[in-house]
C-alpha cells in the first residue's frame, strides 16, 4: 500500500471512529421556561426520560452529580426507566440517588413489555417513588398547588379520550403537569387543559444531523420526525432522553440529555 492510500485508510478509519462514537459525547444539560398565571413562585423541574438501565457511572454518579447541582424542586421518569434483558439495578441506583427529592414515575412502552413491571413498581414505591399509572397526585410546592398526572403506556394511540384525561386533573387552579411517554400524539395533548405536558420516547431522532437539531427516525414517527425535542405551543416538553430502545443502536450526535424546565409566572 503506497503512502497516500495509507493516509486515506487512517483518514477513513478515524472517520468512522468518529461517527460510531458521536463525538463530541457529553452529558446536555436543556434548560427551558414554562409560563403560566397559576404560579406565584418559580420552581424547577427535572426530567429523566428514557434511562433503558443504562449506567452513567459507578451507582449512576456522573448523573446524580449533575442533578444535584440543578437542585430541582420536582424529578419527573416520563416512563422506559426500565428494559429488557438489561441490568435493572442500574435503574435502581438511580432511584436511591434520588431520595433527597419528590420523584414521580409514569411507565413506557419498554417498561410494559417486562413480565415483572408490577414487581418493578412496587420496589420503586418502596424507595419512595410516587408512582403514577393512569392517576394523579397533589401536592404543595413552595407554598403553592401543583397536579401530577402519569398515563401509562398503552401502545399507538392514548387510553383515555381527551375530557377522560382532563378530568384527572380536580383542582381547576393549580398548576397541572402530565407525564405521557409518546409525543406523537400531539393532535390530543392540544386538547387538553394541563399547563405543562411532559414526553420523552423519541431519543431524539436517535441520530442526529451534525449541527441541527433534526432526528433522523422516530417510533411511529419515522424518518426525519418532527417531535423529538424542546418545547411545543409553549407546554408541550420533549426530552431527548438519556439512552437508547437498543443495545445495538448507538446514538450519535445526540448526547443524553437531562431536560430542565423552569415554571414562572407570566410577565405583566
Known sequence: ??????????????????????????????????????????????????????????????????????????ILIPGDL????????NSFDLVRGLQKYPVFFTSGNHDNY????????ER???????????????LQVNNQLIEIAGLSDHGRRP?????????????????QILMSHRPEFMDFYRQLHADMIVCGHAHGGQFRIPFTKQGLYAPQQGFFPKYTEG??????VISRGLASGNPWL??????????????????Q
Request: net charge negative.
Open 124 to 138: 420503586l414505591r418502596d424507595l419512595g417513588v410516587i408512582v403514577l399509572e393512569n392517576e394523579t397526585i397533589t
Open 159 to 175: 387510553l383515555y379520550t381527551p375530557e377522560q384525561t382532563d378530568a384527572l386533573f380536580h383542582h381547576p387552579d393549580s398548576f
Open 1 to 74: 500500500m503506497g503512502k497516500m492510500n495509507k493516509i486515506s485508510a487512517a483518514c477513513v478509519l478515524a472517520g468512522t471512529a468518529l461517527l460510531v462514537s458521536g463525538l463530541p459525547y457529553k452529558m446536555d444539560i436543556k434548560e427551558y421556561g414554562v409560563q403560566s398565571a397559576k404560579v406565584r413562585k418559580p420552581f424547577r423541574t427535572v426530567i429523566l426520560a428514557d434511562l433503558h438501565c443504562i449506567a452513567f457511572g459507578k451507582g449512576q454518579r456522573k448523573l446524580l452529580e449533575q442533578i444535584e447541582k440543578l437542585q430541582p424542586d420536582l
Open 250 to 267: 448507538p446514538r450519535l450526535f445526540n448526547n443524553p440529555e437531562i431536560t430542565v424546565v423552569d415554571a414562572a409566572g407570566e410577565e
Open 231 to 236: 418545547v411545543i405551543d409553549d407546554r408541550i
Open 82 to 89: 426500565f428494559d429488557v434483558d438489561r441490568n435493572f439495578e
Open 114 to 121: 417486562l413480565d415483572e413491571m408490577d414487581q418493578l413498581r
